[in-house]
């Protein structure tokens, strides 16, 4: 059986992991969107960025363990300001989404965001895999929840590549924007989520069963 020590590190390397992976994505994702005018895509890749900052909250929360009361102090502030800027990048989506399809704007065909979406579909199931077996271990909600967002991106993943399919097989230029209106819900329950502190909500990593 591992030691608790042991699984935090693991933890640890795993949320590295999965925001050295977002940072690939986002950068991939947003290049590739502003190259072929699509909305899910940029939507996408600003996910990946603020998805990045979840993670660094999760790493300073498994890091933490001396100064409880200030240690929840921050963490409070930081969930709120990513769940503020969830909503922020909601209201961009739609708001490029609605006049997208308002303007009959046409997007590129993508072959590199096709390729993001398939790489993220595969890796992202994984690392969520992974962070449910050290949550379960460790009793962490924290991790447990981010496990959890993690796999809400390989759903955010699943929308992104239908909506790039139907525009580059069929010329169907409207999926995109409607590709990037399906991730709205996702990304507000994700805001929500982080205000309520239930991204990071939880268990003392540092004290023993």
């Known amino acids: 059986m591992n030691s608790r020590a042991g699984l935090v590190r693991r933890g640890l390397y795993l949320e590295s992991l999965t925001i050295a992976w977002n940072f690939l994505e986002a950068v991939a994702a947003i290049v590739s969107g502003l190259m072929a005018g699509s909305v899910a895509l940029m939507g996408f890749g600003l996910d990946s960025m603020i998805e990045m900052g979840a993670g ?32 922020a990048l909601a209201a961009f989506v739609t708001w490029e989404s609605v006049s997208s399809l308002r303007s009959h704007e046409v997007p590129s065909r993508s072959r590199l965001g096709i390729l993001v979406a398939v790489a993220s579909l595969v890796v992202m199931p994984l690392l969520a895999r992974a962070k449910r077996r050290v949550a379960a271990e460790l009793n962490s909600r924290a991790l447990h929840a981010d496990s959890r967002q993690t796999s809400l991106c390989a759903y955010l993943s699943a929308i992104l590549l239908g909506g790039l399919t139907l525009n580059a097989v069929f010329g169907w230029w409207w999926a995109d924007p409607i590709a990037g209106l399906g991730m709205v819900p996702l990304i507000l329950k994700e805001g929500a989520d982080a205000i309520q502190g239930k991204t990071c909500a939880c268990a003392e990593i540092g004290s023993h069963e």
């Open 56 to 87: 660094t909250v999760l790493i300073w929360r498994l890091r933490s363990d001396s100064d409880n009361g200030r240690r929840e102090r921050v963490e409070r502030i930081s969930l709120r300001m990513v769940g503020v800027s969830f909503f």
